[in-house]
C-alpha cells in the first residue's frame, strides 16, 4: 500500500480558490483504479496551508493515475508558495 501525505501552502486569500479548482482531481482519482482514498482539504488552523491525503493500492496505480492526463484547458490555479508531500511504502496494516 502507498500513502501520499503532507501540505501544500498558498496564500490564505487563494485557498478556497484552489481547492474548487482542483475538486474533479479528487473526484476523478477516487474513481481511478486502485485508488483507495484522495482528498485535498483546507487545513482547519493555518488559513494557507492545504492538507493532502491519498491512498492507493500499489506504486503501478499511482503512476497510472498522474500519466492519465486531465482538462489541461481546465481553470487556472492559484500559486503554491510551497509544499511538503512525501509517499509512504505500508507493509501492514493493522486495527488501531
Given at each position: 500500500?502507498?500513502?501520499?501525505?503532507?501540505?501544500?501552502?498558498?496564500?490564505?486569500?487563494?485557498?478556497?480558490?484552489?481547492?474548487v479548482?482542483?475538486?474533479?482531481?479528487?473526484?476523478?482519482?477516487?474513481?481511478?483504479?486502485?485508488?483507495?482514498?484522495f482528498?485535498?482539504?483546507?487545513?482547519?488552523?493555518?488559513?494557507?496551508?492545504?492538507?493532502?491525503?491519498?491512498?492507493?493500492?500499489?506504486?503501478?496505480?499511482?503512476?497510472?493515475?498522474?500519466?492519465?492526463?486531465?482538462?489541461?484547458?481546465?481553470?487556472?490555479?492559484?500559486?503554491?508558495?510551497?509544499?511538503?508531500?512525501?509517499?509512504?511504502?505500508?507493509?501492514?496494516?493493522?486495527?488501531?
Open positions: 500500500m502507498i500513502i501520499i501525505a503532507g501540505s501544500l501552502s498558498c496564500n490564505a486569500a487563494d485557498r478556497d480558490a484552489y481547492l479548482a482542483t475538486a474533479d482531481v479528487a473526484r476523478a482519482a477516487r474513481k481511478a483504479p486502485g485508488c483507495l482514498d482528498v485535498q482539504a483546507a487545513d482547519p488552523i493555518d488559513l494557507g496551508r492545504i492538507n493532502v491525503y491519498e491512498r492507493w493500492a500499489s506504486d503501478a496505480d499511482v503512476e497510472a493515475f498522474r500519466i492519465s492526463g486531465g482538462d489541461e484547458d481546465g481553470p487556472e490555479l492559484p500559486q503554491l508558495t510551497g509544499a511538503d508531500v512525501r509517499k509512504y511504502r505500508i507493509s501492514a496494516v493493522e486495527s488501531p
